[in-house]
């Protein structure tokens, strides 16, 4: 199974996952803001839909958050209802103004 490869700059950030029959690896992007991380955009190649993929990332991001202490903003919608499923990761979401 493919590991999850990290991408941590400064600003911004990446989770990566190469998708078997796909040029075009599944991932997930952030942008930094504070202490906090913005979950900005998931994708997942057609190649690889439907596997749970887009979950491995997710819980990849949520085990960091967790790990190093930051907290996450949502605003990718994949991300955002991952985050409805999961009540157990209040933990890690940031407090963000409506």
């Known amino acids: 199974m493919p590991e999850i490869v990290r991408e941590n700059h400064v600003t911004h950030g990446a989770y990566r996952l190469a998708v078997a029959g796909s040029e075009r690896g599944a991932f997930l992007t952030w ?19 439907g596997q749970g993929i887009a979950a491995q990332l997710v819980h990849a991001l949520i085990a960091d958050a967790r790990e190093q202490g930051f907290k996450i903003v949502p605003q990718c919608s994949y991300v955002e209802a991952a985050f409805r499923r999961h009540p157990e990761w209040t933990d890690v979401l940031a407090d963000t103004p409506s």
Request: proline residues 11%; aromatic residues 6%; positive net charge.
């Open 31 to 49: 942008k930094a803001r504070g202490e906090a991380r913005i979950a900005d955009h998931t994708f997942v190649p057609p190649e690889g839909r």
